[in-house]
């Protein structure tokens, strides 16, 4: 079994800064990219940010020089650092990863793997 831990959502007022964290726990063999991704009322699931096991980053245009992803991989978890946040960032956001799970054997393949999402609000 494997698991996505997310903490430090909350409330900011317009302009501050947060840091999400996730961290995975389980039967791990390895892990791929991680990413975080958001959803506020009324719309679709967005991706903000990814990261990849190499490192390489990519992110949406609507946070690219205020949000920065990093991971540590050997924590098993990846980062999200807000800054400048806009009322418009508010929204849950989802940790993603795609996970190489470890079997009795070793690699038994990989899958898809989802937080359970932690609210940030931007608000005056």
């Known amino acids: 079994q494997v698991q996505l831990v997310e903490s430090g959502g909350g409330l900011v007022q317009p302009g501050g800064s947060l840091r999400l964290s996730c961290a995975a726990s389980?039967?791990?063999?390895?892990?791929?990219?991680m990413g975080w991704y958001r959803q506020a009322p009324g719309k679709q699931r967005e991706l903000v940010a990814r990261?990849?096991?190499?490192?390489?980053?990519n992110y949406a245009d609507s946070v690219k020089g205020r949000f920065t992803i990093s991971r540590d991989n050997a924590k098993n978890t990846v980062y999200l650092q807000m800054n400048s946040l806009k009322p418009e960032d508010t929204a849950v956001y989802y940790c993603?990863?795609?996970?190489?799970?470890?079997?009795?054997?070793?690699?038994?393949?990989?899958?898809?793997?989802w937080g359970q999402g932690t609210q940030v609000t931007v608000s005056s």
């Open positions: 993603n990863a795609e996970i190489q799970r470890r079997g009795p054997v070793g690699n038994v393949g990989s899958f898809n793997y």
């Open positions: 990261i990849t096991s190499g490192g390489v980053t």
């Open positions: 389980g039967s791990i063999f390895s892990i791929n990219h």
